[in-house]
């Protein structure tokens, strides 16, 4: 089945939630509204003749000028017939949360993690959404455009010193 066909039964069986559907290059995007995304994905996921049954990627975008700052991107693989098709969900910057997906693609655990910790972008529902990438005391998401790139004069991470400590001896193991 070609991606066009997959999301025009998306947008025949959720008109509401569908946004807008755009392709590029022989990819498929579908926007969709976050309310009902697990509706959406469970879809996919459960219908015979899609059966996307493997989450290749999750990841999120932030767009600081857009009413719907964040975005958080599936791309949906069916092992079973070859085709695929990519969603994309909108959150504004005051609410950036949407239903986890782990429920239906277990492997979505990780990379739900990951958008938290880079984004700020809560999933509800997730069974265990912490940092996964930056210490647990880390404050801010390091992948929002509004990030600093440099911290303040005289800042630096509280497990520097330690991490300093550590590494303090290195040089002493080199080997010619």
């Known amino acids: 089945m070609e991606p066009s066909e997959i999301a025009t039964r998306l947008r025949d069986k959720f008109p509401l939630e569908?946004?807008?559907?755009?392709?590029?290059?022989?990819?498929?995007?579908?926007?969709?509204?976050?309310?009902?995304?697990?509706d959406i994905c469970r879809y996919l996921y459960e219908d015979p003749e899609l059966s996307m049954n493997f989450l290749s990627d999750l990841c999120g975008v932030d767009y600081p000028e857009r009413k719907y700052r964040f975005e958080v991107i599936y791309n949906l693989y069916s092992l079973?017939?070859?085709?695929?098709?990519?969603?994309?969900?909108?959150?504004?910057?005051?609410?950036?949360?949407?239903?986890?997906?782990?429920?239906?693609?277990?492997?979505?655990?990780?990379?739900?993690?990951?958008?938290?910790?880079?984004?700020?972008?809560?999933?509800?529902?997730?069974?265990?959404?912490?940092?996964?990438?930056?210490?647990?005391?880390?404050?801010?998401?390091?992948?929002?455009?509004?990030?600093?790139?440099?911290g303040d004069p005289g800042w630096e991470y509280r497990g520097f010193d330690e991490s300093k400590e550590l590494h303090a001896h290195d040089s002493d193991w080199n080997i010619k």
């Open 80 to 150: 079973k017939y070859n085709h695929r098709i990519i969603l994309k969900a909108q959150l504004s910057h005051d609410e950036p949360s949407i239903d986890s997906v782990v429920p239906i693609w277990n492997g979505a655990n990780w990379h739900e993690r990951e958008a938290c910790d880079m984004y700020g972008i809560v999933f509800n529902g997730h069974p265990d959404l912490r940092r996964i990438l930056m210490p647990e005391d880390w404050e801010g998401f390091p992948q929002r455009k509004d990030y600093p790139l440099k």
């Open 18 to 38: 569908v946004i807008e559907v755009k392709s590029f290059r022989d990819q498929v995007f579908v926007s969709v509204k976050r309310d009902r995304i697990t």
